[in-house]
Structure formats: C-alpha cells, structure tokens
T-cell receptor, first 113, second 114 residues
Framework: AQSVTQPDIHITVSEGASLELRCNYS??????LFWYVQSPGQGLQLLLK??????LVQGIKGFEAEFKRSQSSFNLRKPSVHWSDAAEYFC???????????FGAGTRLFVKA | EAGVVQSPRYKIIEKKQPVAFWCNPI?????LYWYLQNLGQGPELLIR????????DSQLPKDRFSAERLKGVDSTLKIQPAELGDSAVYLC????????????FGPGTRLTVT
C-alpha cells in the first residue's frame, strides 16, 4: 500500500542550529515528492517539491530536501533554524501523472532560544 | 492575489445537527480539494473536483457527507447529521489542473461537535 512515514512526531532544536526532518515513502514507483509547512491556525504552504532531475532541491525560507531513491527517502534540511520556523511539517507524495496526495502524519518542530 | 477563502473559521454544533462549510478557491484554479485533518495527523482527501465534476469522492462518507461545486468555482461541504467523531479541521485547497500541481490551502474550518 502507498504510504508516507515521518518517524519523528516532534523535534526540538535550538535557534541557529541545523535541522533535518525525515520522510520515507512506500510507492510502486518514484512519485512526486513534496514538503508542506503548517503554522498554527493556518493552512498548508508548499516549501518545495521534487519531480525529477537534480536530487537536491531548494525551496522557500532557506529549506532544501534531498531525494535518495535507494532509501526511498526525501529528508528536509535547513542549516540554521529561526524561531519563526516553529510549525508542523508534512511530507507528501503524488503518483506521477496523478492528483491524489498522500500526506505523512507530520513532524512538529519546536525552536528553543 | 487573494488566497483560498474558507468560512466559517470555527463552528461548534451539537451532535445530530447539520453543518456546512464554504470554500472559494484561487481564481483560475480548476481543481478543488476538500480534506479532513484530525489532530496530530496529516490531511486526508475527502473529495476532489475538476471544474464542477467530482472525480474522486471515494473517501467521502456519503451517508452523511455531501459536497457540491456549482459553476465550477466555489464549493460547499455539508455534514448531516454531525457525529462526535466529525470534530476536526476541514481544509479546502485548489490547484491548476496539472498532475503534481502545487496545492494552495485555505486556513480551514475547525469543527467541534458536542
């Protein structure tokens, strides 16, 4: 069955420290891959997406993600976290040529001063 | 450019009562999605529209949920009657009609059923 796993329910990092959020997917073929962010009381906003090509993709707000086919992973990274990055982060997949999005359960990021 | 608009933002009703949520997508977006988001979970698709046609409603509990998108623009999602387990956030999103297209989300309607 198609699924997206975000192993960490929540992560706490210090402001200025680096961040990595993990995402693994189970799919018949490499799907389209996405990371969305949701601030409290807000809808989701796209950070970045991977369709094909360069496996390191850059997104908004200084985020990047690396696709690793051998590990079926699409981990999100940021070199230096800001307090405003505190939010919920969702990894998502869409079958190539499709529309239905499957979201992971999310990872809540806490940033401490 | 206005984003996806949803109303109301919050709704509290008693069980067995009806409730309706409204969504106005971004202008020009052919595709509209309704999602259910339970606390601590990612969004789960309820229904997807391409213009005014519901093309994926396999996850919509049709015994109590209904949706419409008249004229292919704004949309309404209804629950009748509501149950305690329906308490959740209902998100609307829209996108262009293109596979893998970025979805733009509204702020959601938080429903509490007492």
């Amino acid at each position: 069955a198609q699924s997206v796993t975000q192993p960490d329910i929540h992560i706490t990092v210090s402001e200025g420290a680096s961040l990595e959020l993990r995402c693994n997917y189970s799919y018949g073929a490499t799907p389209y891959l996405f990371w969305y962010v949701q601030s409290p009381g807000q809808g989701l906003q796209l950070l970045l997406k991977y369709f094909s090509g360069d496996t390191l993709v850059q997104g908004i707000k200084g985020f990047e993600a690396e696709f690793k086919r051998s590990q079926s992973s699409f981990n999100l990274r940021k070199p230096s976290v800001h307090w405003s990055d505190a939010a919920e982060y969702f990894c998502a997949v869409v079958a190539v040529g499709g529309f239905k999005t499957i979201f992971g359960a999310g990872t809540r990021l806490f940033v401490k001063a | 450019e206005a984003g996806v608009v949803q109303s109301p933002r919050y709704k509290i009703i008693e069980k067995k009562q009806p409730v309706a949520f409204w969504c106005n997508p971004i202008s020009g977006h052919n595709t509209l999605y309704w999602y259910l988001q339970n606390l601590g979970q990612g969004p789960e698709l309820l229904i997807r529209y391409e213009n005014e046609e519901a093309v994926d409603d396999s996850q919509l509990p049709k015994d109590r949920f209904s949706a419409e998108r008249l004229k292919g623009v704004d949309s309404t999602l209804k629950i009748q009657p509501a149950e305690l387990g329906d308490s959740a956030v209902y998100l609307c999103a829209s996108s262009f009609l293109e596979p893998g297209s970025e979805q733009y989300f509204g702020p959601g309607t938080r429903l509490t059923v007492t």
